[in-house]
């Protein structure tokens, strides 16, 4: 049991006990453990061991003694004494917008509702609007939560699945027999979210049975949902669906550009053999042996096209005229431009996230709390702000070969002001605008508040544009031929926001972005020094845009990217 893991039983522990009506104290207490632990840089084995699990800041005697369950366990008692008191999909119902653990525990209580299809039924015949706290309006909003929610049942998010195909694909590359294993499907594609889990492995026929024999009796298997001669289904605890397909290594490179898809790459790729008079196998496979997906993209005369960008979008023509982009990857990004400390609502200190971020060999990072008006998540008052840049010219001179930009997360106000006056702007290096309040204006009005923020020549980076939250959140009402528009004259970054709920810049319009001249900036928006990582994430959705390097602002080296900034403020002075 891994660090994500305690922290998500620590978090559900805190949720059930929420709705069970529990102290607010006793709540809070495992929330900031489940905030803690997510901050923690190594493994909680480790404290574990040297009886130091109340040295983490936020861990108490009691929640030590829970973790230490887990870790030894592998479970928790209380998890499943909480889980044992609810129906079994009732956390289900916090998903829904503007539903938490009390209005989830009224429902529950008040009506019975225990699951989303439940919740819909009773908002459909009026019935919530009778209980006390809810009312009419608060009805029709939960019937709109639930469209979006809908919109994406049976399908979880990429930052969900890859973890799990890592893991399975681990296990299984210890399986004898098994001389290789990849992904594929949606997944190899780094789709945002995924409505199933594809494996493909190499093994010799011979090897088959006693190969899908092993990976039934996984850990992470729940049960068998059917089983082939080459192929076996499985499912997880979560009833998520698992497929694994074998076949002989000489098959496997034209079996892994079928199915990883996507569908329409794959039938294009089809014709395209046929018309060179290659023969096919079967359905849709690739006449072609060999181990390597590389030959059978040669044997059609083509470039190898990446997975991320195989959905039939024009790179077949690209790839056969041999003027694919270089995709940029997670080893060209220098530095992170949106870093959140304990000066708001981050986890780690200004010091920790830089010793965190010099680890992940950046040259810089940006430093940018959350500005005054974001309460919630303790924005910084122009008072506070003093206290937290001067700590950034303290760190910055302990670590002299490292870039610290004073930056800020500053609201873009609901008239499309920022949320520092001009005086107080003056004090960073700049500053990324987003919108945190007041998601449901109308298409002019929040189009023309993005362009009003935008024409601040502090604004350099656009925070996550559109948005959304996926599952959970519809995108903003945007005019985006305006705003690109904008963005390309003024030099805008457009950030491609890396945290797994939001990947936001997303692909498609990465692709415009990158059209019209327009550079991203890939961030991961971190609270914690964990989150750093997540920075795969968002190249991942910049690939699926084909982006190259020299889109992205953040791969430029720290002295490159002074310059840059220099040279941009000089041509906003000339810009009429």
Request: hydrophobic residues 40%.
């Amino acid at each position: 049991m891994d660090n994500t893991r305690v922290a998500e039983i620590l978090g559900e522990i805190a949720e059930l006990m929420d709705i069970k009506g529990e102290n607010s104290f006793k709540v809070r207490a495992y929330e900031k453990a489940a905030k803690a632990v997510g901050a923690v840089a190594g493994p909680l084995s480790d404290y574990l061991e040297q009886d130091a699990l109340e040295t983490i800041p936020g861990i108490g005697k009691g929640i030590a003694a829970r973790i230490g369950e887990m870790l030894e366990d592998g479970g928790s008692a209380l998890l499943e004494e909480l889980r044992d008191e609810f129906p079994p999909q009732i956390l289900s119902l916090m998903k829904v917008p503007g539903l938490g653990p009390r209005k989830a525990a009224q429902l529950y209580r008040g009506l019975g509702i225990g699951n989303i299809q439940e919740l819909k039924e009773a908002a459909s015949l009026g019935r919530i609007a009778s209980l006390k706290g809810f009312g009419k309006k608060t009805e029709e909003k939960i019937l709109r939560g639930i469209d979006i929610v809908s919109a994406y049942a049976g399908r979880l998010p990429l930052g969900v699945v890859l973890p799990l195909a890592r893991d399975i694909i681990n296990k299984l590359s210890k399986i004898k027999g098994v001389i290789k294993v990849v992904e594929t499907g949606s997944v190899r594609r780094r789709k945002e979210t995924v409505g199933d889990l594809e494996i493909i492995a190499a093994a010799g026929a011979h090897d088959f049975g006693g190969i899908m024999d092993s990976f039934s009796q996984a850990a992470v298997i729940s049960e068998i949902h059917s089983r082939e001669r080459n192929r076996i289904r499985l499912k997880t605890a979560d009833n998520f669906l698992v497929s694994l397909r074998l076949v002989e290594p000489d098959q496997f490179g034209a079996a892994l550009v079928r199915f990883t898809g996507s569908k329409e790459h794959a039938d294009s790729l089809q014709e395209t053999a046929k018309n060179k008079g290659i023969g096919t196998l079967g359905n849709s496979i690739l006449d072609i042996p060999g181990g390597e997906e590389e030959i059978i993209y040669s044997a059609l005369g083509m470039e190898y096209i990446p997975p991320e960008i195989r959905e039939n979008k024009g790179e077949i023509t690209g790839a056969a005229e041999h003027k694919l982009p270089i995709l940029v990857t997670p080893e060209d990004i220098k530095g992170d431009l949106h870093i959140h400390t304990n000066y708001t609502d981050g986890m780690n200190t200004i010091e920790e996230m830089v010793k965190a971020a010099i680890a992940c060999g950046y040259e810089y990072i940006a430093v940018s709390d959350h500005s005054q008006s974001l309460k919630v998540a303790g924005g910084l008052s122009p008072e506070r702000l003093k206290a937290q840049q001067k700590e950034i010219d303290e760190v910055g001179a302990a670590y002299p070969g490292f870039r610290i930009f004073k930056a800020a997360e500053v609201d873009i106000l609901p008239d499309g002001k920022l949320d520092y006056d001009e005086e107080t702007l003056k004090n960073f290096d700049f500053v990324i605008g987003s919108i945190h309040s007041y998601f449901n204006q109308d298409i002019d009005t929040m189009t023309k508040r993005i362009l009003c923020a935008m024409e601040d020549p502090r604004l350099l980076i656009l925070g996550h544009p559109s948005g959304r939250l996926i599952g959970s959140r519809n995108e903003l009402k945007i005019n985006w031929d305006e705003v690109l528009k904008a963005a390309a004259k003024r030099r805008v970054i457009l950030e491609i926001n890396s945290f797994p709920e939001r990947l936001d810049l997303n692909d498609e319009r990465c692709r415009k972005a990158k059209e019209m001249g327009i550079k991203v900036s890939i961030n991961t928006d971190s609270h914690s020094i964990n989150h750093l990582k997540f920075v795969e994430y968002g190249v991942m959705v910049a690939r699926r845009g084909w982006l190259d390097k020299k889109d992205v602002l953040n791969t430029m080296k720290s002295k490159e990217l002074e310059n840059w900034l220099a040279e941009r403020s000089e041509f906003l002075k000339g810009l009429k």
